[in-house]
């Protein structure tokens, strides 16, 4: 199963607003309405800031959000501030009850 | 509230089988699936496989197929990961996290994670 393509970086000033995309199949991406996005900050475990390509666990700004359109889904951060700095990775529901995951894009904060 | 504790760092030498556990609480363990995601070093994170928590039924990524073995005990509310024949490329940090079930089905994303463990595959 091959990594969901991400781009390696993104940068944006604080309160612009940035996109991340994450290019899959129609095995993968397309295919199921299970894409979610991840932040990681450096040396900690990552945590869910989208799940089910739209929604927003509770807690999370509601300055994230996600959309797909067929085999691309993307994650939007409006309002950018410094702590989002971190790496963030998309996740995609596949075939045979499987996961497969992005290959991470690093979004600076300049 | 949740809590999923993963087991201390190793250091394994190639060859050899190292074993990862993850302890959760605050919740009803059986709920649940516990899955496992690798991080090597700098590098992006990597879905390994996943157990049904409450009958033990596994399905593992194909490029660990053969070599990695994912358990519980469900009277201790512990998840483990076992990974054999471990060669350099292993060395990462290793990751437990759950997922949600309700009547609807299986809630593919990870809502709780562990604090990973390191382990180091090195002659």
Redesign the interface.
């Given at each position: 199963?091959s990594?969901l393509t991400q781009p390696a970086s993104v940068s944006g000033s604080p309160g612009q607003s940035i996109t991340i995309s994450c290019a899959g199949t129609s095995r993968d991406v397309g295919g199921?309405h299970?894409v979610?996005w991840?932040q990681?900050p450096p040396g900690k475990?990552?945590?869910?800031m989208i799940?089910?390509v739209s929604n927003r666990?509770a807690g999370v700004s509601n300055r994230f959000s996600g959309s797909k359109s067929g085999n691309t889904a993307s994650l939007t951060i409006s309002g950018l501030q410094a702590e989002d700095e971190a790496d963030y990775?998309c996740?995609s529901?596949t075939t045979?009850?499987?996961?497969?995951?992005?290959?991470?894009t690093k979004l600076t904060v300049l | 509230q949740v809590q999923l504790v993963q087991s201390g760092a190793e250091v394994k030498k190639p060859g050899a089988s190292v074993k990862v556990s993850c302890k959760a609480s605050g919740y009803t363990f059986t709920t649940y699936a516990m899955?496992w995601?690798r991080q090597a070093p700098g590098q992006?994170?990597?879905?390994m496989g996943?157990i049904n928590a409450d009958n033990g039924n596994t399905?593992y990524?194909?490029?660990f197929q053969g070599r990695v073995t994912i358990t519980r005990d469900t009277s201790a509310s512990t998840a483990y990961m076992e990974l054999s024949s471990l060669r350099s490329e292993d060395t990462a940090v290793y990751?437990c996290a759950r997922v949600y079930r309700d009547g609807s089905g299986?809630?593919?994303?990870?809502?709780y994670?562990?604090?990973?463990t390191l382990v180091t595959v090195s002659s």
């Open positions: 199963q990594a199921y299970y979610s991840y990681q475990a990552p945590q869910v799940y089910d666990p990775y996740s529901y045979s009850s499987t996961l497969v995951f992005g290959g991470g | 899955h995601v992006r994170l990597e879905w996943w399905i990524s194909q490029k990751y299986w809630y593919w994303y990870f809502d994670w562990g604090q990973g």
